[in-house]
C-alpha cells in the first residue's frame, strides 16, 4: 500500500507541479528509458531497460530486457506506444510482451512528459494479462 501511495504522489508531483511539456513522438526519434522505477523495494534494484524508435510519427516500437529478481534468467520482451491526442492533451497506449508469451501480455495508457531537453517521465497505468493486475508504473529516460 505504502508504494502505492508513493507512487501516486510522485505521479501527481510530476503531473502538476513539474515544469513541464507534453512530450511528442517524431519519426526517427531513439528512446532509451526504464521500464517501471516506482516498483523497487529499497534493498535491492531492479531496472528495466528499454530501446525504442520512432516508426512513424504515431507509432514507437522497441525492446526491453527484463529480470524480476538475481535467480531467474533474463527475458527479452518488444514494446510498443501509440501516441494520440485527446482533448488537446497527449496520451500514448502501451503494449508489451515480456519472452514472447502470451501470458505476459500488458497493456495501458500513460503520458509523456519533458523535463529537461531530452529527459523525459512516463507515468502509466498497465493491465498485466497473466496476473491480472493493474498497476501504475512511472519511467524515465532519453529521447534523441
Known amino acids: 500500500m505504502k508504494k502505492m501511495i508513493f507512487t501516486l504522489a510522485l505521479s ?3 503531473a502538476v507541479g513539474v ?8 519519426k526517427g526519434d531513439w528512446y ?3 521500464g517501471d522505477i ?3 523495494a529499497w534493498t535491492q534494484l531492479s531496472i528495466t531497460p528499454s530501446l525504442g524508435y520512432g516508426v512513424t ?7 526491453s530486457v527484463v529480470q524480476a529478481d538475481a535467480s531467474a534468467d ?14 488537446g492533451q497527449d496520451f500514448f497506449l502501451y503494449a508489451s510482451a515480456s519472452d514472447l508469451d502470451i501470458d ?6 500513460g503520458k509523456m512528459f519533458t523535463v529537461h531537453k531530452s529527459v523525459f517521465i512516463e507515468p502509466k497505468f498497465v493491465y498485466h494479462i497473466g496476473e491480472k493486475t493493474t498497476n501504475m508504473m512511472l519511467g524515465f529516460g532519453l529521447k534523441f
Open 104 to 109: 505476459e501480455i500488458s497493456l495501458g495508457f
Open 19 to 26: 515544469n513541464a511539456q507534453d512530450a511528442k513522438n517524431t
Open 32 to 34: 532509451l528509458g526504464t
Open 38 to 40: 516506482a516498483n523497487v
Open 57 to 63: 510519427d504515431k507509432l514507437m516500437v522497441g525492446l
Open 74 to 87: 533474463l527475458a527479452v520482451g518488444l514494446l510498443s506506444r501509440y501516441f494520440m491526442n485527446v482533448a
Open 12 to 14: 501527481l508531483l510530476v
